[in-house]
């Protein structure tokens, strides 16, 4: 990979870790049933000469972290007389988030923005895997009087802050500041946008864009937002954090791109999900999860996990999980199909009666199954382990936000029909993948 020899290296966080993928046996009696969401492995040398179904064989090491475990897929050659070897590869990260050398970004920024010539870059390719930054990480500070100036720097590099304040109707008030710098060629760009709006409904949000290039073609772009409103189904305040994050390089058909979003009311009703997509050269994997708590004890999570090569192997691990009062189920899938078509999947599943009874049940391509009624305990998680009251700690800037003074005699209009009731959102729904 030549990405490392030319910058990107510093740049843009694209590192490879494992698949951590479950085979329908479910954990031991008192231990906590654990669905990692590390990236998906990508498999750097894949060697196939079978015609015959074979089946995957699970092998780990590490210190069982999940940042840390290693896994890889192989295959039984007991079970097949064709040898077969997918090995996942070490991790490659594009980036090094400690580097012991600046970056061409730090090195151009330093000179593009000195001190007290212009606003200070802080402008850095996101971080894959990060989920939603508090608003304190942000460090949004929003000028008071609107502002235009730009300047030239001694090596032609150029800079430039704007700020200002946009007003509309039924109170409308988006407070502003952009800021960016450009290298003398213009090879190198960066951008940044703070915002805060608010209007008389109490609708408050804070947010952030900011993107970035540099001289060897690689790219960035991250927003992030927080918002406060007033459910208009139940009339609870809401609070709705969101994020998305990409990041391409210039230099080979790699790339990732991830969006998170997180919502909550004052009934303790919680929504969480992601979207994540990657892709190194003939390489790409897919990730989707969800978190749904109703406030009353109810709960669903699901994953869906898969990638693909542009040899034709495609491998894939997905479940899902649903809960109430102690009774619920739990069910998933493992599949794997080779260039040639072959497909190898296990299914298994889970019923919870609620008195320390468990029906467990699955099947295989290869013939295993199993039917059994086993005495275990019921572990789930009914409450967000980050919730109402967490969310609202940590948005201390968003509520603070001033709105316009209201006039008397002057109310915001009702509109019950434009956001969808809780639940109705089709998008963070467990999906069918591809297998």
Known sequence: MVASSRG???????????????????????KRMC???????????????????????????????????VEDWRFDSKKSPHRVRVQASSAMPFASAQSRFPSKQEKFYSRCTPRNSGPQSRDTPPKRDTGIANEKDWGI?????????????????????ESGEDLGENGHRCRWTRMGGKSHDGSSEWKE????????????????EKSG?????????????????????????????????????GSE??????????????????????HKYGRLNEQSWWEKWGEHYDGSGSVLKWTDKWAETELGTKWGDKWEEKFFAGIGSRQGETWHVSPSGERWSRKWGEEHFGNGKVHKYGKSTTGESWDIVV???????????????DVVGDSSQLLSIQPRER?????????????????????????????
């Open 375 to 389: 005495d275990e305990e019921t572990y789930y998680e009914s409450e967000p382990h980050y919730g109402w009251a």
């Open 141 to 161: 500070s929003l000028l008071n009087e609107s502002v235009n100036e730009s300047g030239t720097n001694e090596d032609g590099s150029t800079w430039y802050q």
């Open 407 to 435: 006039p008397p005699g002057v109310y915001p209009p009702l509109d019950f029909g434009s956001s969808p009731r809780p639940g109705d959102d089709q998008s963070d729904k467990p999906p069918t993948s591809a297998s």
């Open 213 to 249: 290039r540099n001289a060897e073609g690689d790219s960035w772009w991250e927003t992030w937002q927080e918002v406060l409103h007033q459910d208009e189904w139940s009339n609870l305040a809401r609070i709705e954090r969101s994020a998305q994050k990409e990041a391409k390089s």
């Open 35 to 69: 669905f990692p969401r590390d990236p998906l492995t990508i498999l750097s040398r894949i060697s196939c000469c079978c015609s015959e179904p074979v089946v995957p064989v699970r092998r780990g090491s590490g210190s069982g972290k999940s940042n840390e475990k």
């Open 253 to 274: 058909n790699a790339g990732w791109h991830e969006k998170w979003w997180e919502k909550y009311d004052a009934k303790g009703w919680t929504e969480k999900g992601a």
């Open 8 to 30: 990107f290296t510093t740049q843009l966080e694209l590192k490879l870790s494992t698949l951590f993928i479950s085979y329908g046996l479910a954990p031991s009696k008192k």
């Open 193 to 208: 946008t703070w915002w805060e709006k608010s209007d008389w409904s109490g609708y408050k949000e804070l947010g952030v």
